[in-house]
């Protein structure tokens, strides 16, 4: 397709990053404010919430010896209760080993291969869901709180380009949706300010749990782009971004979405 | 298809066929053809769900020429570089498109015609009155 630009002095149309709306602390809601009151008992009320099915199998797996060293998560880190509170509200960390930063289930694989000595597990397989979820669980009610490292800086930063650059054949940015147009409809679904402080989620369209790499992935398909790999880098870097713009904010897990 | 800008236009036809109403308003309120109620509202009453991110589609052949109203499908980008709005004709500059969509416009050339001709047809509701 070949264009006869006519109109002088614009020629500045590839790739455009503009200034997007920033949403100021006052106004941020988490996305449960935008679902139906029924789809809010569910999560509030433990025994209708379906992520607490997930929440039980982790249990068990926190507890199930593993791998050639034949040892449980619970053998080194004890109850889940004291040693995994506030895990899930401050990841994704800085990992010194790989010097690149981690997420909790890139550090939950890390610990099955290097101190159990078994085979990494699947990325939206049953049982990691089910250890991310109840590590998650254990940060409930607690604030979002990244850490202060500044080895984090250049990726949260690369996150924060990540989120405002224009993707897939319909040329949107994640900020055109949830910075821009939060609150309105696209269609029949409303917007909502992208936090992630309620994954892994039990989320209905799946009829089942995932985690925020999976709702991410459908973002970037509803923009027909091709979306990034699971546990890929600009993943982490999303990660790393959303985790400070939602900073302060509750932590939910297990979320309930429509 | 080579097309040329004047001004805030695209002022010739990207087809030597004349576009069809019918098929453009269909076009329309195809949610995975044209997409355009996932944002706009318009004289639609049988589809229930539109969207609000974007103004009412209700007048736009009174507010708008046939050639701005092209432009506009062709790259609304050129008219507002921060908008929302997708470039319906545009493969060039996009980034990480879905391997089944690349290289392919959103709309073709044919079907920007009938969606043209159908906004053409809009002529009643806000702004109706301010051309002559």
């Known amino acids: 397709m070949r264009a006869l630009w006519i109109l002088p002095g614009c020629a500045m149309l590839l790739a455009v990053t503009s200034a997007h709306a920033e949403i100021a602390a006052h106004e941020r809601k988490s996305g449960a404010e935008f679902m139906s009151p029924q789809t809010q008992a569910m999560q509030a009320d433990d025994a209708s919430n379906p992520g607490m099915l997930a929440v039980l199998d982790g249990e068990a797996a926190w507890n199930e010896k593993a791998g050639a060293a034949n040892k449980a998560c619970a053998d080194c880190h004890g109850a889940a209760e004291q040693s995994m509170k506030g895990v899930s509200a401050r990841y994704p960390a800085f990992n010194a080993a790989t010097s690149q930063p981690i997420d909790v289930a890139g550090q939950v694989n890390q610990c099955r291969t290097g101190r159990q000595q078994a085979q990494p ?92 790499q999976r709702r991410l992935r459908n973002c970037m398909s509803g923009v027909r782009a091709a979306p990034y790999s699971y546990g890929s880098i600009e993943f982490i870097e999303l990660e790393l971004f959303l985790a400070e713009r939602a900073r302060g904010m509750a932590v939910e897990t297990p979320g309930v979405r429509p | 298809m080579p097309f040329e800008v004047v001004g805030d236009a695209i002022p010739a036809s990207l087809t030597a066929e004349k576009g069809d109403p019918a098929r453009g308003r269909a076009i329309v309120v195809d949610r995975q053809k044209g997409l355009c109620l996932l944002c706009h509202s318009g004289p639609f009453p049988e589809q229930r769900f539109q969207g609000d991110i974007a ?70 509701g806000p702004g109706a009155q301010e051309k002559p």
Not at chain 1, 161 to 171: C, K, T, V
Not at chain 2, 59 to 73: D, H, I, K
Not at chain 2, 98 to 104: D, E, L, T, V
């Open chain 1, 121 to 212: 597990l699947r990325a939206e397989s049953r049982e990691l869901l089910a250890l991310t979820t109840y590590i998650g669980l254990q940060s409930r009610g607690m604030s979002v709180a990244p850490p202060d490292d500044e080895r984090l800086t250049p990726f949260r930063e690369r996150g924060k380009a990540l989120f405002n650059q224009r993707l897939g054949q319909l040329n949107f940015s994640c900020a055109h949706c949830h910075e821009d147009n939060w609150g309105r409809k696209l269609g029949s679904a409303p917007i909502p300010q992208a936090h992630a402080n309620a994954y892994p989620i039990y989320r209905l369209e799946w009829q089942d749990v995932g985690s925020l």
């Open chain 2, 55 to 124: 103004p009412s589609l209700e007048g736009a052949g009174s507010r708008w020429s046939e050639g701005q109203l092209r432009l506009r499908l062709v790259d609304a980008t050129r008219l507002n570089p921060d908008t929302s709005m997708p470039s319906y004709y545009k493969i060039d500059g996009l980034n990480r498109v879905a391997p089944a969509f690349r290289g392919k416009p959103i709309l073709d050339a044919a079907q920007i015609e009938d969606v043209m001709a159908y906004l053409a047809t809009l002529r009643d």
